[in-house]
């Protein structure tokens, strides 16, 4: 495996006197899509939190050779860091449009965002023929889409999408992830948090089981997905 794009090593997260995540590490290379699954409150989503700056953590975080403790959130989103948090958190009362331009904030070179602008609209046709329309008025898949599409215009290295199928019906399920698998194929490295553990095993390459606040289990994930213990646990067989 080539050095790794991500490094987390014994990551710990708190909140209060519960001891959400406790000695986690993970890694993740350029180009690769690992998967985070475990039930709910087993810690995923405080470790993309704590990866991203948004929760307060002790341990190593690297991304590319950088220390992260030493970095904003804002840093490192400049670095190349961009996470689709649960929930999306689009602006409803923007366009389509507006929403995507947000998602450059970070660069100036007009023509590059013009082009990216186009690239997502090619990516995500059913935001094309919705430009216009406030956020707010769509569908839960579409506003999903624009969440990922916004997260593309800052050209991340890295997309952190946190249970991105969550309450989608199953035509916007199959769509997001092969979108993701898109995304994969066009060199951004992926970090899946996503419950439901037989699609996040068949897009990715590796995976790391958690179960409350700890890694229990990491491997390939055409491994996993016969491993009896999880699809036990995670995919309804017995």
């Not at 969440?147 to 969550?166: G, H, I, K, T, Y």
């Not at 790391?208 to 036990?232: F, K, N, P």
Request: hydrophobic share 40%; aromatic share 4%; proline share 2%.
């Amino acid at each position: 495996m080539s050095e790794a794009l991500l490094q987390v090593s014994n990551l710990d997260i708190h909140y209060g006197g519960i001891h959400a995540v406790r000695k986690l590490s993970l890694s993740l290379s350029a180009g690769e899509t690992v998967a985070l699954i475990g039930s709910n409150g087993a810690g995923k989503s405080s470790t993309l939190n704590a990866i991203m700056g948004w929760v307060k953590c002790q341990g190593g975080l690297t991304f590319s050779g950088v220390d992260l403790q030493t970095q904003a959130s804002h840093q490192r989103n400049t670095m190349g860091l961009t996470m689709v948090p649960e929930g999306r958190g689009i602006f409803g009362r923007m366009t389509i449009h507006e929403n995507l331009q947000i998602g450059a904030h970070t660069k100036t070179d007009k023509v590059q965002i013009s082009e990216d602008l186009q690239r997502m609209y090619e990516l995500f046709p059913r935001l094309a023929e919705r430009r216009s329309q406030l956020a707010g008025t769509l569908s839960g898949g579409e506003q999903q889409m624009l969440a990922m599409a916004r997260a593309l215009m800052s050209r991340p290295r890295l997309l952190l999408l946190d249970e991105p199928s969550m309450g989608l019906a199953p035509i916007f399920v199959d769509r997001i992830f092969q979108l993701i698998q898109t995304i994969a194929n066009q060199n951004t490295s992926v970090l899946l948090v996503e419950q439901n553990a037989r699609r996040a095993l068949e897009i990715s390459q590796r995976a790391y089981v958690m179960e409350t606040g700890e890694i229990t289990l990491e491997g390939a994930s055409a491994d996993l997905l016969h491993d009896d213990r999880i699809r036990q646990a995670y995919l309804g067989e017995v």
